[in-house]
């Protein structure tokens, strides 16, 4: 019986020494318990969460209304009625011309009661035009002398209408200043006059030459001397109110009316440079 108990004591001694070292499943002495993380508590939410509510169904309800043959019938009269209406092509119809301004019929009116006839209407003066002016033939007489050029009437059209917007009057269209054949014809009459007086037969119907041959041609409104040009003449017969009268008459309506003109160079004893012109307001 005492032998027993040692061996047992001894097989305890061994086991609990030797095994260790030799490989068995117990931890190393490097190894540092840790506790499973399966045997913690569960954790717990520190905000608790409300009940779900369930969002509220939104019936549409339509409102019925009831159709008639009277009520079709309305909305077929007022689908036909916007139809009849241009409203796309509105603005692109063109804006009408404002109508010139007449003070005067007689041509007679005074710049400052054109200009105020403007203001009274809300409007100011007129502005100048654009545009050609025909041209003329430069024809000779028959004894040599230079008649009217084309640079002849624009001097005289482009002059005349600057004059007549300066002082507020309507500019005529420059189509509408025409070479005058008829009042050349007269001016070639005056410059193959054989006397050295310029003057003589210088005037209007019933005018005599000094050698007796009579008159040909047509009257006008007359200007010249030496060096003249278009736009010289144009602002002579301004500066005469019975000329202005006459060829620019302040006031009157423009509407169809045509400026006629003509220019002679020099005479028979006289250098190019003194010229004879006449003009007159006509109709075209």
Known sequence: MGRVPFLTAAFTVVLVGVVP???GGGPGLTDIATASSAARSPLFASTATGPIEQAPQVVAIASIERVTDASLAAQAKAESKALTVDSEHLAQKAVPKPKPIVVANTGS???EQIRAAYAAAGRSC???VGGGVPGAPSRSSSQGVPGTTSGDLSSFAYAY????????LQPIPLSNFRY???MEER???MAESPSSNPLDGWGHNGTKRSDGVPARGCDGNLAGGSGNSGATVASKWWASYSHRASLYRPGASTGGACIAFAMTHGGIDEPYSFTRAAARW???
């Open 282 to 284: 006509t109709w075209c």
């Open 126 to 128: 007129p502005g100048n």
């Open 161 to 168: 209408n600057s004059i007549r917007v300066a002082n507020c």
């Open 180 to 182: 005058d054949s008829c």
């Open 109 to 111: 009116a005074s710049v």
């Open 21 to 23: 070292f030799a490989g």
């Open 187 to 189: 001016l070639f009459w």
